[in-house]
């Protein structure tokens, strides 16, 4: 069945630097992947998400992602972060095994310094 | 729109209580699912509908039940509550089942069970 890595569990950054977490899937073949974020206080909600096509999405605030098939990864970057991206980030992959439910990471809290 | 709502948004039950979670959407969304969240484990799908009527089991629907009555409603009931069932609880909606919806989150339920 299809699992989801996010090795990162705690990323603590300053201001203006750059950003990288990871996300890697085990099982190959035709996948959806999903990146959301949870702002405190604030629900869940989508940062971006790739099905085909270019393998580098571009979603909100200054967020891409990168789809390396062979590496079955799924990594999200942000060149300059700021104090508001502090939040907790979840990749997520969905897949015709999962009836393409959704099968989440463990997620990444992420702190900002000012 | 309100989105999705859930209440309520925190709840301490006894070991052997049972309890309603609800949760309401008002965007006319076909899709539906509950999930608990736990510490370093991302979400977990409980149970999720396809449509008024149609409901099914996720990966960890055991002492949980849900029905689909109106598109709007999607409750989820604890039939005798447990302290493994504490946990965050969240509902999501989508406009459609599928590989490529985006899925949009209620702000959640603590519950505690004691």
């Known amino acids: 069945a299809q699992s989801v890595s996010q090795h990162n569990h705690h990323v603590i950054l300053s201001e203006a630097a750059s950003l990288e977490l990871g996300c890697n899937y085990s099982y190959g073949g035709t996948v959806n992947l999903f990146w959301y974020v949870q702002y405190p206080g604030q629900h869940l909600q989508l940062l971006l998400k790739y099905f085909s096509g270019d393998p580098l999405v571009k979603g909100i605030k200054g967020f891409e992602a990168e789809f390396i098939k062979s590496k079955f990864s799924f990594n999200l970057r942000k060149p300059s972060v700021q104090w508001s991206d502090t939040a907790e980030y979840f990749c997520?992959?969905?897949?015709?095994?999962?009836?393409?439910?959704?099968?989440w990471g463990a997620g990444t809290k992420l702190i900002i310094k000012p | 729109n309100a989105g999705v709502t859930q209440t309520p948004k925190f709840q301490v039950l006894k070991t052997g209580q049972s309890m309603t979670l609800q949760c309401a959407q008002d965007?006319?969304?076909?899709?539906m699912s509950w999930y608990r969240q736990d510490p370093g484990m991302g979400l977990r799908l409980i149970h999720y509908s396809v449509g008024a009527g149609i409901t099914d089991q996720g990966e960890v629907p055991n002492g949980y039940n849900v029905s689909r009555s109106t598109t709007e409603d999607f409750p989820l009931r604890l039939l005798s509550a447990a302290p493994s069932q504490t946990s965050v609880y969240f509902c999501a909606s989508s406009p459609l089942a599928g590989a490529y919806n985006e899925q949009f989150f209620g702000p959640g339920t603590r519950l505690t069970v004691l």
């Open positions: 965007m006319n969304h076909e899709y």
């Open positions: 997520a992959v969905n897949d015709r095994d999962s009836n393409y439910q959704l099968i």
